[in-house]
């Protein structure tokens, strides 16, 4: 019983918290990242990185 109790813990806290237990903001539907001043997208949180827009470059198309 005691088992079960934690793992529902663990779920709902998992569910509830970003990257790093930032809460989730319920109404832009991100975390906030560097002291609240970037909103990481919650549907982001597993994609790979654009490694243009991290350089700052633009990605051009061929």
């Given at each position: 019983?005691?088992?079960?109790?934690?793992?529902?813990?663990?779920?709902?806290?998992?569910?509830?918290?970003?990257?790093?237990?930032?809460?989730?903001?319920?109404?832009?539907?991100?975390?906030?990242?560097?002291?609240?001043?970037?909103?990481?997208?919650?549907?982001?949180?597993?994609?790979?990185?654009d490694l243009a827009q991290i350089r700052g470059q633009r990605a051009?198309?061929?």
């Amino acid at each position: 019983m005691e088992d079960e109790l934690e793992q529902r813990a663990a779920d709902y806290l998992s569910s509830v918290l970003g990257f790093n237990g930032e809460r989730i903001d319920p109404v832009l539907g991100g975390y906030h990242l560097g002291n609240g001043y970037r909103l990481q997208p919650w549907s982001a949180r597993n994609a790979e990185a654009d490694l243009a827009q991290i350089r700052g470059q633009r990605a051009e198309s061929t």
